[in-house]
């Protein structure tokens, strides 16, 4: 099955009267598993398509333009998670002022109704939308009953009594809580990076390492973490440890991500990396000497290779 991507509200006839879920889905954790698990019993019992409206940027990114390091996932993994799960069609809006500026009256009436038209429309229960968030889940009953589409807000799911959630995730990596987010997550946390030329740092302290632009993913807490990665679309899973972090030894501003794949000698120049997180093993410090440094990278490497004789979700 492919899944369609439309980056308008343009869609053939065929996808219409169907089922849509409207959301971000960044991450696409456990709770959206569980709404997108709800919605495909939908589809089997009515026989209908089902799709996602989602956004880019984020709206909270386009809000506050000072929100950086932010996302869960990138767009293309989205894509592939939910093509994955069963969805059959995304519009992926692009949310610029113009769009800002549409009411929510105008939202339902002119996009949901007349360019979507579908049959069922799942939200969860703090969805708001149009202009200043001024629609609400409250206001889009009373609109389907005018416009005749049905209204499912399934349950948020909960775990040890907190909501599974994309903010819940997020604070989980801040502090460095790589396991239970990726049980959160049903899979390890993973950053899609092209490799970037760097300063050879590493190589120069006797443990070369790659760099990887992190883009607007979320930052993890800095430091040192056990990892595994594949190189572009190779199945094959390579161990490693990932310093994410400012190089605060040397003076440094910029937040990078290196990695030091074990027993790799290869070029990984421009090559796409898929880093999967494991497991936290130490915040990131300033040493007093390199010798210091060198001496904790060992240790650090000790760690990883143990950590990731372990099994992990991939």
Request: glycine share 8%; aromatic share 12%; proline share 3%.
């Amino acid at each position: 099955m492919m899944l369609k991507i439309y980056n308008n509200f343009i869609i053939p006839g065929k996808l219409k009267k169907s089922i849509l879920l409207i959301g971000n889905f960044d991450g696409l954790h456990l709770g959206h598993q569980k709404v997108c698990t709800e919605a495909i019993k939908f589809k089997k019992k009515y026989k209908l398509k089902l799709g996602v409206l989602t956004f880019n940027p984020l709206p909270g990114m386009f809000f506050n333009k000072k929100l950086k390091n932010y996302r869960l996932t990138s767009d293309f993994q989205k894509f592939i998670l939910l093509k994955k799960i069963g969805i059959d069609f995304v519009i992926n809006k692009r949310f610029n002022l113009k769009f800002s500026k549409i009411t929510s009256k105008q939202f339902i009436k002119n996009i949901i109704v007349k360019k979507i038209d579908p049959k069922f429309i799942f939200v969860s229960n703090n969805f708001r939308y149009g202009n200043k968030r001024k629609g609400n889940v409250k206001g889009l009953i009373a609109e389907s009953k005018k416009y005749g589409f049905n209204i499912i807000k399934p349950k948020p799911l909960r775990i040890k009594k907190q909501v599974v959630s994309s903010t819940l995730i997020r604070g989980l990596l801040k502090k460095g809580k790589i396991k239970q987010a990726n049980k959160l997550l049903s899979r390890n946390w993973v950053i899609n990076g092209s490799v970037q030329r760097g300063r050879q740092l590493g190589k120069k302290l006797g443990f070369p390492t790659c760099n990887i632009d992190i883009n607007n993913y979320i930052s993890t807490k800095p430091g040192v973490y056990s990892i595994k990665v594949t190189i572009d679309d190779s199945k094959k899973i390579l161990n490693g440890i990932a310093y994410l972090g400012y190089r605060p030894t040397f003076g440094g501003k910029k937040l990078l991500l290196e990695i030091n794949l074990f027993g790799f000698n290869g070029n990984l120049y421009k090559k796409t990396l898929n880093v999967y997180f494991c497991n936290f093993i130490r915040k990131d410090k300033k040493f007093k000497s390199k010798i210091s440094l060198i001496s904790q990278m060992k240790k650090d490497l000790i760690k990883a290779k143990f950590d990731l004789e372990k099994k992990i979700i991939l």
